[in-house]
């Protein structure tokens, strides 16, 4: 039953006529994985902030109502007995982008009843104020756009790295499923020359050629062979539905096409110059980016706030409710407003620490480019070994199969013996296993590669 079931599987690996490639299997996970269409959201959610940190309020419109009483005959310094006082008042203001100014229009209507006597008076003023030192041109009020723009440029060079660190983690899941695959085929051909050998060694049993511990010991050797494939075909099935989950493919189709002996001619790189211009680096340049600005906004709190005041005002005054808005008297005013606080000032320890986060930063810089020098080269180290380990390979490999037909030639003119063809054809198979997880290590290190110089995800 398990025999029937593995050549199954080691048909349909080797019939399949519709295998998917690497380059196909990374297409259709990028296209069709939830954790991309994470990182696009995350991305668009980004865009927005910074949009709704560069947008300026409109105009802000403010609105009220009052009505007061004052009255009695006790206080001798009032011309009047009773005052009724009635205000209505609309007020509109607004920040002036760029500049750090603001608007502010009012225009009000207060009715008065003195002992029954009714005046209205009327006022339109509008009032702009501008910072000359402290927030000059809106420095402070441009903070949260500046950073907002600042963490939408990393937050996509983060996406990328981390898109990049999936898709190398997804794509040795592939290569592991290539090698899986291979790997029953061996299992497969090792039960088969087992069998063969098993088969050779009761004839001779029967014969009084060999001991009973040999025959023993061969049909221990065939359950091992047969607990191997079963085990590795156990282990192709779960890699088949783990990678078909991913892409959202049916498990019967999850065969994969891929050459596991392929030699790859890669992107020669300095690494000390690759690595300061890397996306995991640049992540720490937009942290000191933002840190600068705030310190430059930091910085300029702690200057004096020094505001110039413009002012003009209308007003008309007239017992009928029409009448004041005629009659109308006019003012304007300029003034200069200044203030300094003395004492601890929270802005001067804002500035000292962000000047150490900086300086925390730059380290932490430092010794993340020593490490990923030092991660480029020993994977360069480790993709120079295993390339020529696997040309190495591939010529023991053919030397064995040379083997093999020379003990097929031998035993057809009757000069050697069929046990030592099947010796050489396990001998042979067995070293292909070595060959094949050698390979399979190689592959993965150039995904690992190509991952460390950013040129697995673009």
């Not at 295998?19 to 269409?37: D, G, Q």
């Not at 668009?44 to 009052?66: H, M």
């Not at 191997?228 to 994969?256: D, F, H, P, W």
């Not at 620490?353 to 020098?373: L, M, P, V």
């Amino acid at each position: 039953m398990l025999y029937r079931a593995s050549l199954s599987i080691f048909l349909l690996i080797s019939l399949n006529a519709s295998a998917i490639t690497l380059n196909e299997f990374s297409e259709r996970l990028v296209e069709t994985h939830p954790y991309f269409v994470q990182l696009s959201l995350s991305e668009k959610t980004s865009l927005l902030d910074q949009k709704s940190s560069l947008t300026y309020s409109d105009w802000n419109i403010k609105a009220g109502a009052s009505e007061a009483f004052s009255g009695g005959e006790d206080t001798s310094t009032r011309a009047y007995k009773e005052l009724y006082s009635t205000k209505y008042e609309v007020s509109a203001n607004r920040k002036v982008e760029n500049s750090g100014a603001s608007v502010n229009l009012k225009h009000s209507l207060t009715r008065n009843d003195k002992d029954s006597n009714a005046s209205h008076a009327n006022l339109l003023a509008l009032d702009y104020i501008r910072p000359l030192l402290q927030n000059k041109d809106g420095l402070n009020d441009r903070l949260a756009s500046d950073l907002a723009s600042l963490d939408l440029i990393a937050k996509q060079v983060s996406l990328e790295e981390q898109a990049e660190n999936f898709l190398a983690s997804k794509l040795s899941k592939f290569i592991d499923l290539a090698l899986k695959q291979e790997i029953v085929k061996n299992h497969q051909i090792s039960l088969d020359l087992s069998k063969q050998q098993l088969d050779l060694d009761e004839e001779k049993f029967k014969n009084s050629l060999i001991d009973k511990s040999v025959l023993i010991q061969q049909k221990d050797s065939y359950v091992k062979a047969k607990q191997q494939l079963l085990q590795s075909s156990k282990e192709l099935i779960i890699e088949r539905r783990e990678l078909a989950n991913l892409i959202g493919t049916k498990e019967s189709g999850m065969i994969v096409d891929f050459d596991l002996f392929e030699v790859h001619n890669l992107t020669e790189i300095d690494p000390r110059s690759f690595v300061s211009d890397s996306r995991s680096i640049l992540k720490f340049d937009f942290d000191k980016a933002r840190l600068q600005r705030q310190l430059v906004t930091f910085e300029n709190k702690t200057m004096p706030s020094v505001n110039l005041n413009l002012g003009l005002s209308s007003l008309g005054e007239n017992d009928k409710y029409f009448g004041s808005f005629g009659n109308r008297d006019y003012s304007w005013n300029v003034g200069v407003d200044i203030s300094y606080p003395l004492g601890s000032r929270k802005e001067l320890i804002d500035v000292e620490r962000t000047e150490i986060s900086i300086d925390t930063i730059d380290a932490q810089k430092k010794e993340a480019e020593i490490t990923n020098i030092h991660q480029i080269n020993y994977l360069l180290a480790q993709v120079d070994l295993l390339s020529e380990l696997v040309v190495l390979y591939l010529e023991q490999g053919s030397l064995a199969e040379e083997m093999v037909i020379e003990e097929q030639i031998k035993f057809s003119e009757a000069r050697g013996q069929k046990s030592l063809v099947i010796a050489a054809k396990r001998n042979a198979n067995l070293a292909n296993l070595t060959y094949l997880q050698a390979a399979g290590t190689y592959q993965k290190i150039v995904v690992d590669y190509k991952a460390a110089i950013d040129q697995l995800y673009n």
